[in-house]
C-alpha cells in the first residue's frame, strides 16, 4: 500500500517562500511507474491541479496561476516530491495535497478522478 505523506506547509506573508515535500512509503512503488500531481484546496472551493511530474521521462506541467512561480522536482533516493512555491500571493492560500497514480493512468494530468492514492494534506496560509 503506498502512502504519502506532506510536509512543509505554514503560515507566511505575500511575496515569501515555502517548499512542500511529499514522501512516500510502502512497497511496490517505484517512482518511473507512477506520476505525481500536486493539487490544492481552498475553503469553499474545488480542489483544483497545479502542478504534475512523471520521473519516467521528465514531463512536468503547471497550472496557469502558478507557472513561473512554482517549481515541482522529485529525489528519488528519497522517495519524496517537492513543491517549490516562491513569490506566494494571498490567493495561494489552501490545503496543499500530493496524488499519485499510475503513469498508464493519466491522460490529462488536470482529471482529480485519474489519482488513487492521495495524502492528508498540508495547510499553507499566504496573509497580505
Known amino acids: 500500500e503506498v502512502q504519502l505523506v506532506e510536509s512543509g506547509g505554514g503560515s507566511v506573508q505575500a511575496g515569501s517562500s515555502l517548499r512542500l515535500s511529499c514522501t512516500k512509503s510502502g512497497t511496490g512503488f517505484d517512482f518511473r511507474d507512477y506520476s505525481i500531481g500536486w493539487w490544492r484546496q481552498a475553503p469553499g472551493k474545488a480542489r483544483e491541479a497545479v502542478s504534475f511530474?512523471?520521473?519516467?521521462?521528465?514531463?512536468?506541467k503547471y497550472a496557469a496561476s502558478v507557472k513561473d512561480r512554482f517549481a515541482v522536482s522529485v529525489d528519488k533516493a528519497k522517495n519524496t516530491v517537492y513543491l517549490q512555491m516562491d513569490n506566494l500571493k494571498p490567493e495561494d492560500t489552501a490545503v496543499y495535497y500530493c496524488?499519485?497514480?499510475?503513469?498508464?493512468?493519466?491522460?490529462?494530468?488536470?482529471?482529480?478522478?485519474?489519482?488513487?492514492?492521495w495524502g492528508q494534506g498540508t495547510q499553507v496560509t499566504v496573509s497580505s
Open positions: 496524488a499519485t497514480t499510475p503513469n498508464e493512468m493519466i491522460i490529462i494530468w488536470t482529471e482529480i478522478n485519474a489519482y488513487q492514492n
Open positions: 511530474i512523471k520521473p519516467y521521462d521528465g514531463q512536468k
